[in-house]
Structure formats: structure tokens, C-alpha cells
């Protein structure tokens, strides 16, 4: 059974930073291309970042270039989102999802091609 749990989320004041975290399990990690989407209250969820399996990285966020990076560790089964210098227009449910095995053009803006998704952890951030 495949599981995403992601971690790390919480409150924060504008500029502060934090790490999130997502353990997978029930797959080959190497295989699989994973990203880092978000939803804010009463908006679209947009993709941030996708890590093909292939090794690329895809950036989607414009507005978070330069204060978010995406790293994996596969020997760790952890997709990681290191956030920095935070804003209020950050605050959003952050998901991790997952999509392969080995599937050409897993990774999109929209995510539709990854088929297992975590249940997000909660971001806020205050003025």
C-alpha cells in the first residue's frame, strides 16, 4: 500500500522559514517522479515542484523562486521543501504526491498525471 505523509508544516511570521517533509512508502522511490503542490483557502491548487524520476527538476511558482527549494533523498524514501523568507500569500495546505513507476511526463503544473497524493500539511504564515 502506497502512503505519502508529509511533515513540517505550522505557523510562522512573515520571513520566517521551515522545512517540509514527505515520507513514501509502498514504492520503488527511485522510480517515481514526486512534487510539492499547495492550496490556498478558496483558490486553484497549483503545482511548486516536480522531481522527475529521471533526475530533472521542474519549477511551476514563479513567486517562490528564490526562497523555496526541493530536494530528495532516495535512500530516505523523502521528498523535502526547504522554504524561506515566507510571506502571507504562502499559507496553503501543502501536498506531496507521486506518480511512475518510470512514466515519461509524470510531472506537471496541474499534477493530474501523479497518482498517489498525501494529505497535506497545513502552512500559515502571519503578517
Not at 28 to 37: A, E, R
Amino acid at each position: 500500500q502506497v502512503e505519502l505523509v508529509a511533515s513540517g508544516g505550522g505557523s510562522v511570521k512573515h520571513g520566517g522559514s521551515l522545512r517540509l517533509s514527505c515520507q513514501i512508502t509502498g514504492l520503488t522511490f527511485d522510480d517515481y517522479s514526486v512534487g510539492w503542490f499547495r492550496q490556498a483557502p478558496g483558490k486553484e491548487r497549483e503545482g511548486l515542484f516536480c522531481s522527475a524520476w529521471s533526475g530533472a527538476t521542474a519549477y511551476y511558482t514563479k513567486s517562490v523562486q528564490g526562497r523555496f527549494t526541493v530536494s530528495r533523498d532516495n535512500a530516505k524514501n523523502t521528498l523535502y521543501l526547504q522554504m524561506m523568507d515566507l510571506k502571507p500569500e504562502d499559507t496553503a495546505m501543502y501536498y506531496c504526491a507521486a506518480g511512475g513507476p518510470r512514466q515519461a511526463g509524470a510531472c506537471s503544473n496541474s499534477g493530474h498525471a501523479l497518482q498517489y497524493w498525501g494529505k497535506g500539511t497545513l502552512v500559515t504564515i502571519s503578517s
